[in-house]
């Protein structure tokens, strides 16, 4: 089983760059999210999505985009890299919005 | 604003010591409440969940949660830990008030020495 799988595991970026943080998951699940995990912070909604075509702000989405064309992927875009979306990145996915959420292994982003 | 929060932000063990991580929220109404952890390098992972009935929770790996309504509190605990046990734990509560998207709490890192 798969599960949640995002890609890549690690990237270093420099001021201004931009990239895109896959997320695919194979459990047919409707709900994706990401976060941001920052030390001693937990972790941070930044976007979410109850379904394909359908997707919503987190807590803290600026400097990030979101699309959702399928049920299975939901990538997280970076338009303009800032030394403060330096972070490990999660994506996760769940049956149903109070049920609980299966996380993918992680990117962390280093932008210098 | 409403919140999770757990109390320590790092423990330390020995082996075979007992084990309870404070977790409190804020929000009232009907929650979900729910600990992941998080073994070094990997992702988080579910280890027990509360939706409704019996407050004590049983999960995996010997862990058990207490919920406590009055006191808006989510317990952890663990009779006696193991090496393995070592990991970040996290806290998060989905709840209507907040639109039942999932918060976190800061996660508790333990160190069970051997």
């Known amino acids: 089983n798969a599960g949640v799988t995002q890609t890549p595991k690690f990237r270093i970026l420099k001021i201004g760059q931009s990239m895109t943080l896959q997320c695919t998951q194979d459990?047919?699940?409707?709900?994706m999210y990401w976060y941001r995990q920052d030390p001693g912070m937990g972790l941070k909604l930044i976007y979410y999505?109850?379904?394909?075509?359908?997707?919503d702000k987190g807590e803290v989405p600026n400097g990030y985009n979101v699309s959702r064309s399928t049920t299975e992927d939901f990538p997280l875009r970076l338009e303009l890299a800032a030394p403060s979306q330096t972070s490990v990145y999660f994506c996760?996915?769940?049956?149903?919005?109070?049920?609980?959420?299966?996380f993918g292994d992680g990117t962390r982003l280093s932008i210098l | 604003a409403q919140s999770v929060s757990q109390h320590n932000h790092h423990v330390i063990l020995s082996e075979a010591a007992s084990l309870e991580l404070g977790c409190n929220y804020s929000?009232?109404?009907?929650?979900?409440l729910f600990w992941y952890v998080q073994y070094p390098g990997q992702h988080l992972q579910l280890l027990l969940k509360y939706f409704s009935g019996d407050p004590l929770v049983k999960g995996i790996k010997g862990f058990e949660a207490e919920f406590i309504k009055s006191k808006f509190s989510f317990n952890l605990r663990k009779p006696s830990v193991q090496w393995s046990d070592t990991a970040e734990y996290f806290c998060?509560?989905?709840?209507?008030?907040?639109?039942?998207?999932?918060?976190f709490g800061g996660g508790t890192r333990v160190l069970v020495k051997p």
């Open positions: 999505s109850v379904g394909a075509g359908i997707t």
């Open positions: 459990m047919n699940h409707n709900y």
């Open positions: 998060a509560v989905n709840a209507r008030a907040a639109g039942n998207k999932l918060t």
């Open positions: 996760a996915s769940s049956k149903g919005q109070d049920q609980p959420q299966h």
């Open positions: 929000y009232g109404g009907t929650v979900n």
